[in-house]
T-cell receptor, first 111, second 113 residues
């Protein structure tokens, strides 16, 4: 069945360093992937998305990389700031209308 | 540009009761998807509404039902509440019945006692 998983449940980085959050997916039919940021008590916030015909997409301080060969997705955050502390979810659409989410990675920023 | 709104913010119900949650999509969007998020878990898809019809459904019992109105807003109804229904209920909006660029609301925290 469909599944989206994350390699690490927690990630701790120094302020100013770059962060890399990884995600594995299993559904070859997925043609769309999204990264969300969720702060405590809030709904998921759209960060960046990528379609399966691309392998890299950049936003403001964030980059998403897609490796379809090994079914791997990553989110890179440049110059991590205290406001980046949150739980990050990757999600895939599995070729359908719904999104399938992983468990999430908690990113903690050390001063 | 109005974002996705949900009401109420918090709700406490007793086992066996019924609850209705409401969602208004982001301006320009016509599709509403509902998700359930248990504590410490990722959101789980309940169903999607587009053109006032349920388009796709996740692995949830018939106690979970919904509706979409002509103005694209939506309701989620849960009957015969169980303790396990306690969760954050999230509404996400998108355009054209797709899963692309889904934007989430702040959620409704439901506690069943």
């Amino acid at each position: 069945g469909e599944s989206v998983g994350l390699h690490l449940p927690t990630l701790s980085v120094q302020e100013g360093d770059n962060s890399i959050i990884n995600c594995a997916y299993s559904n070859s039919a997925s043609d769309y992937f999204i990264w969300y940021k969720q702060e405590s008590g809030k709904g998921p916030q759209f960060i960046i998305d990528i379609r399966s015909n691309m392998d890299k997409r950049q936003g403001q301080r964030v980059t998403v990389l897609l490796n379809k060969t090994v079914k791997h997705l990553s989110l890179q955050i440049a110059a991590t700031q205290p406001g980046d502390s949150a739980v990050y979810f990757c999600a895939e659409n599995g070729g359908a209308q719904k999104l399938v989410f992983g468990q999430g990675t908690r990113l903690t920023i050390n001063p | 540009d109005a974002g996705v709104t949900q009401s109420p913010t918090h709700l406490i119900k007793t086992r066996g009761q019924q609850v209705t949650l409401r969602c208004s999509p982001k301006s320009g969007h016509d599709t509403v998807s509902w998700y359930q998020q248990a504590l410490g878990q990722g959101p789980q898809f309940i169903f999607q509404y587009y053109e006032e019809e349920e388009r796709q459904r996740g692995n949830f019992p018939d106690r979970f039902s919904g509706h979409q109105f002509p103005n694209y807003s939506s309701e989620l109804n849960v009957n015969a509440l169980l303790l396990g229904d306690s969760a954050l209920y999230l509404c996400a909006s998108s355009f054209g019945g797709s899963s692309y660029e889904q934007y989430f609301g702040p959620g409704t925290r439901l506690t069943v006692t």
